[in-house]
């Protein structure tokens, strides 16, 4: 079945750095879901992406939705404490009914 | 407007035993779709349901099922505990299921099979 690789697998940054990742598939998605999951709870949706090209903000995030159909970005700017977590990318490809999930990167930032 | 509830939120059990899930959905959702997480790992969808029928399965045994009721409300049961089925289930609701839907989660029930 369809797959989403997702890197970095994690990442230590330092408070008020600039942080990217990615998804990447060998097939074509229609859709591009980003959530961040905070230990022992649900993933929180944070962005949507439906169109390719499309670049969608929420506040200190961007992410964009690959020209391509088989990537998309997340970037997070001036990182703060409150970004520590795992985020998660999914996205609705040929499989109905059905979100194909990214293994997360989990962010750390340094003391 | 009420987000998604599950119940309850943590629960112990013993290998061999059995445990059903509860997930209440977004009022107006008619998706629910069920995941398990295991420490480190992503998300392992599980199945999904609209209108009382399950629509897609993962690659679970058959000791892992579900159901859904006329309002929207979905159960998962598991028979057969073992081990490896401690996790985080989690369950999501979306208006329809399709992918211009976004999928909403809840907090999780956190099992633990001893």
């Known amino acids: 079945g369809q797959q989403l690789n997702q890197s970095p697998q994690s990442m230590f940054i330092q408070e008020g750095e600039d942080v990217s990742m990615n998804c990447t598939s060998s097939?074509?998605?229609?859709?591009w879901l980003w959530y961040k999951q905070d230990p022992g709870e649900g993933p929180v949706l944070l962005i949507a992406l439906y169109k390719a090209g499309e670049l969608t903000s929420n506040g200190r995030l961007t992410a964009q939705f690959g020209i391509t159909r088989k990537d998309s970005f997340l970037n997070i700017s001036a990182s703060i404490p409150s970004d520590v977590g795992i985020y998660f990318c999914a996205g609705h490809g040929d499989s109905n009914y059905q979100l194909i999930w990214g293994a997360g990167t989990k962010l750390i930032i340094k003391p | 407007k009420a987000g998604v509830t599950q119940t309850p939120r943590y629960l112990i059990k013993t290998r061999g035993q059995q445990v059903t899930l509860s997930c209440s959905p977004i009022s107006g959702h008619r998706s629910v779709s069920w995941y398990q997480q295991t420490p480190g790992q992503g998300l392992q969808f599980l199945f999904e349901y609209f209108s009382e029928t399950q629509r897609n399965k993962g690659n679970f045994p058959g000791r892992f099922s579900g159901r859904q009721f006329s309002n929207s409300r979905s159960e998962m049961n598991v028979s057969t505990l073992e081990l490896g089925d401690s996790a985080l289930y989690l369950c999501a609701s979306s208006l329809t299921g399709l992918e211009i839907d976004e999928q909403y989660f809840g907090p999780g029930t956190r099992l633990t099979v001893t």
């Open positions: 097939s074509i998605f229609n859709t």
